[in-house]
């Protein structure tokens, strides 16, 4: 192997039942390099992955490592950590029970001359880290305290003080705001500085061209190139990752949306709260419009949402929905008003692993119907049909365990579960986050279909392009209050930032 190279995969293949996942796939990565791993969802991203730190076994090609005298195969990902090889995954996979130090240091933990745990030092050891990285806080307190942005750092603290000669970071920025993302990139240079070599996956293009070295791209399991920044433009990376040339998202645009404001009322909320996370707001929203709600990470964007939906339960205020006044105690009194949700953390809180994907689509009709009601399963067979059509989801059929999907496929089942239920009003938290952008395009697109056809929808998004592009109104928020509200021409970037920095009411 050359003198800088950390690590070399060739020749890599792996099936899953009745998919290819990759077909003699190389990847070289250097001492000291950062390089995006880049593909649409279902590229297999992912999958390499899992070949590299033993979660998957692969069936023919070798991999070489720094330091090891023969191809290496790793058999666990403990396995692949002792030979130098750390991984942080786009959601979190830490015990959020345990204290940040105990996550910091599980497994290695410092031992007294007893052989106990010797705590005094590991928290003094986790405070260090932590300064390291500028981040300021308490590391006796349990890691479920902490936001999810702030887990994600503290999974990556983690992985860097193993001291890595490779350090995989698969989406690490999907839960970061701005500055969060500044200070990560600020580390990784930091240790590329060092000669550690980083696998960097992300689906957003920016980043790639901030940080990165060096690019390389998989489609349909294959490997189309590997490629030094420089020589790759955005517009060629792009065509890259789809196999086609491929018009700007910037053109999608909204046309004949018409005057929502003289559509009828759907949603109607005055002075609605929820303790500790929302403060008192009022939201109109009328038949056909998107509504967008932005602001920083923590802002109470999704918590604005949950305060409507009752996932939630509102403690001031009043709600109503078509002119009717209506109290709604649970997600399922709103599902029975015609409401439906796709959360932001589609693990905890969106997907049923080990269900398949019939059963993951048919979910929120059958618990809108009732139990006793039970659909018939040809009737389940046909609406799981439909949308697998509809949305181009990828499984080998509808029986696929939904855990075996890429994150965009099960993003796409889950956004199948709730238009399945014909919904009046739709929220969408985050529903492009950590795919990719082809899949964005769809969803976008979809979200525009939607509101022509009559349907509300509350859409949430980080990428203020996204939301610009899809949008009739945008609701800002800041602290968990609502500071002003964008429309018409006056929506654009500057003017989000400037309500975002000011705090101006304007309602």
């Known amino acids: ?47 390499l992955i899992k070949c590299l730190t033993g979660v998957n076994k692969f069936e023919a090609g ?21 030979k130098g090889i750390s991984t942080v995954y786009q959601e979190v996979n830490l015990c959020p029970n345990l204290s940040v130090a105990e996550n910091l240091f599980i497994g290695r933990e410092p031992l007294t001359r007893m052989g106990t745990v010797n705590r005094r030092e590991m928290n003094q050891r986790a405070v260090q880290l932590m300064k390291q990285l500028d981040l300021e806080i308490d590391v006796t307190q349990n890691l479920e305290d902490y936001s999810l942005a702030l887990q994600q750092m503290i999974a990556i603290a983690r992985a860097v003080d193993m001291e890595s000669k490779v350090l995989i970071l698969d989406e690490p920025t999907s839960s970061l705001d ?5 200070k990560l990139f600020g580390m990784m240079r930091r240790l590329r500085d060092k000669g550690v070599g980083i696998i960097f996956v992300t689906h957003f293009l920016e980043q790639v061209y901030a940080v990165c070295d060096g690019i390389t791209v998989l489609r349909n399991g294959t490997l189309v190139g590997e490629y030094q920044i420089e020589e790759l433009p955005r517009v060629k990376l792009v065509a890259a990752m789809m196999g086609k040339d491929f018009d700007d998202l910037a053109a999608i645009k909204q046309e004949g949306s018409g005057d929502k404001q003289k559509e009828e009322l759907v949603i109607e909320a005055k002075g609605l709260s929820h303790a500790g996370t929302i403060k008192p707001f009022n939201l109109d929203i ?65 997907i049923i692993g080990d269900l398949s994907v019939r059963e993951n689509i048919i979910l929120a009709i059958q618990a809108k119907q009732g139990i006793l009601k039970k659909i018939p399963m040809a009737k389940q067979c046909e609406i799981a049909d439909k949308f697998i059509e ?50 964005k395009t769809e969803i976008q697109k979809l979200v525009l279909k939607l509101a022509n056809e009559g349907t509300s929808l509350i859409f949430i998004s ?5 939301m610009l592009r899809t949008c009739n109104r945008m609701a800002v928020l800041r602290d968990g209050t609502k500071v002003g509200e964008i429309e018409g021409h006056e929506m654009n970037q500057m003017n989000v930032m400037k309500v975002i920095a000011g705090g101006e009411q304007n309602e």
């Open 390 to 439: 509809l949305l181009q989801i990828k499984c080998a059929s509808r029986e696929t365990l939904i855990r075996q999907l890429s994150g965009g496929n099960q993003q796409k089942v889950i956004l199948a579960r709730w238009l399945a239920t014909n919904p009046d009003f739709l929220i969408l938290d985050e529903p492009t986050r950590g795919i990719d952008i082809g899949t």
């Open 462 to 466: 980080s990428e203020i392009e996204e």
């Open 62 to 82: 070798e991999i070489y490592l720094d330091g090891c005298d023969a191809p290496v195969i790793n058999k666990s990902t403990m396995d692949a950590q002792n």
């Open 1 to 47: 192997m050359e003198d800088n190279v950390v690590l070399k995969m060739q020749g890599i293949c792996m099936t899953f039942p009745g998919v290819k996942a990759l077909e003699d796939v190389d990847f070289t990565l250097k001492k000291g390099e950062i390089r995006a791993l880049m593909g649409e969802n279902g590229a297999g991203k992912s999958t």
């Open 178 to 182: 701005d500055k969060e993302v500044a």
């Open 286 to 350: 009328h038949k056909g419009e998107v509504i967008g709600l932005t602001g920083l990470l923590g802002s109470g964007r999704s918590e604005l949402a949950r305060a409507i939906y009752g996932a939630d339960r509102a403690q001031t205020g009043t709600l109503k929905v078509k002119g009717n006044e209506v109290k709604i105690k649970n997600p399922i009194d709103a599902m029975k008003l015609g409401m439906g949700m796709l959360p932001d953390d589609r693990k905890a809180e969106g």
